[in-house]
């Protein structure tokens, strides 16, 4: 009787193991060469065990219960690679693009945790992060981090060999950028300064200078990173030409060419590249960044339009700014084709 229980209780073990690995070679065939997705991971198991995953929502709120023991190996991780600065220089288009990589991961918000919610430490970090397979690379971006030297201290005490990406942009279109953002309820109100009046009628103006110069807080990151472990980038290459800011992006992550030019299509509504929406991989990256569903491109928050700025104010502008884009260029040892400062020497 004893032996027969036995029996019986070893026959349910192994029914039960076949299909677990019958559930996962199905998911393995399905998708192919392609590394998995946690979404599509949790898409699948959803599919074949629905009395464990009910919805995705589900999912999420416990997904060390969802994905048991079968997966182990998905689990959340701390990222290794950071994109770091500078704030309204296409720094979510940069991470929208490439977490269609299949070898990368990355967060949705930005987690500001070298800055704000340190104290929280790095258990609450790592809980925060998306769910990815062993060698994915995990990105998170918080723009704010370079403008911390604490942060970037933090940082290196986190990890020393760590992955920094920073994206910088013309100066001064980077201070339209800052002064649409700021008005962007009401963009036409009479009641919103002029951009001259919100730079105090000053091209010295505190507020100019905090925002143009990006050497000074390279420079800080310089001084814990080597140059290696941060790759500069800038916006109207991303804008220009996404697919390119990919390679170079692909080869500094030390990851093997997949970007296709077919990723990216130019809107003429929007005046940027947008996802490809016939991508097969479109739904996936609508769970990873906020986007127009329906066109691919990001939201209206992206790609504002820029203010005017009288003749005399930008060539005060430029004739300031200048020195500190020689400064950035000699620290990076590339220089950018920025439109408003054509004649800038190396
Ligand atoms: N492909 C694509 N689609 C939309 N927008 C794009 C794209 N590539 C670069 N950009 C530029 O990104 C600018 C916003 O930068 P950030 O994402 O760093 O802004 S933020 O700091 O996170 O608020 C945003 O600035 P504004 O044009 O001033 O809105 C865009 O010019």
Request: aromatic share 12%; charged share 25%.
């Amino acid at each position: 009787m004893l032996l027969q229980t036995r029996i019986v209780k070893l026959f349910l073990l192994v029914s039960a193991w076949s299909m677990v690995l019958g559930a996962l070679l199905i998911a393995s065939h399905r998708f192919g060469h392609r590394a998995i997705s946690s979404q599509q991971l949790l898409r699948s198991f959803s599919e074949l065990t629905p009395e464990i995953t009910n919805n995705r929502s589900n999912a999420r709120r416990d997904r060390k219960v969802v994905l048991g023991d079968f997966g182990r190996e998905w689990k959340p991780r701390l990222p290794n690679c950071l994109i770091i600065g500078f704030s309204k220089c296409g720094t979510l288009a940069l991470r929208g693009f490439l977490s269609l990589h299949p070898d990368i991961v990355s967060t949705l918000r930005e987690l500001r945790y070298f800055t704000l919610f340190y104290k929280k430490g790095l258990e609450w970090y790592r809980n925060q992060m998306p769910l990815s397979k062993q060698g994915q690379i995990t990105i998170e971006k918080t723009p704010s981090y370079i403008l911390s030297p604490e942060a970037i201290e933090r940082i290196y005490e986190y990890n020393s060999s760590i992955k920094l990406i920073v994206i910088v942009r013309d100066p001064i279109v980077r201070l339209q950028s800052l002064y649409s953002h700021t008005f962007s309820d009401d963009p036409k109100s009479s009641e919103n300064p002029t951009f001259k009046e919100w730079c105090a009628d000053n091209p010295r103006s505190l507020r100019v200078l905090r925002n143009v110069d990006y050497a000074q807080h390279i420079e800080e990151v310089f001084h814990f990173f080597p140059k290696q472990n941060v790759l500069v980038l800038s916006e109207e290459s991303l804008e220009e030409n996404p697919m390119g800011v990919m390679r170079e992006a692909e080869e500094f992550l030390g990851l093997k060419p997949y970007f296709s030019r077919q990723d990216f299509v130019f809107s003429k509504e929007k005046g940027f590249y947008c996802f490809n929406t016939s991508s097969p991989h479109y739904p996936e990256i609508l769970e990873t960044v906020v986007l127009n569903k329906k066109t691919g491109c990001l939201g209206s928050g992206k790609g504002r339009d820029h203010p005017d700025i009288d003749g005399k104010f930008l060539k005060e502008l430029v004739d300031v700014i200048r020195p500190y884009n020689v400064r950035l260029f000699r620290l990076i040892g590339k220089k950018f084709s920025w439109e408003n400062f054509k004649d800038t020497p190396r």
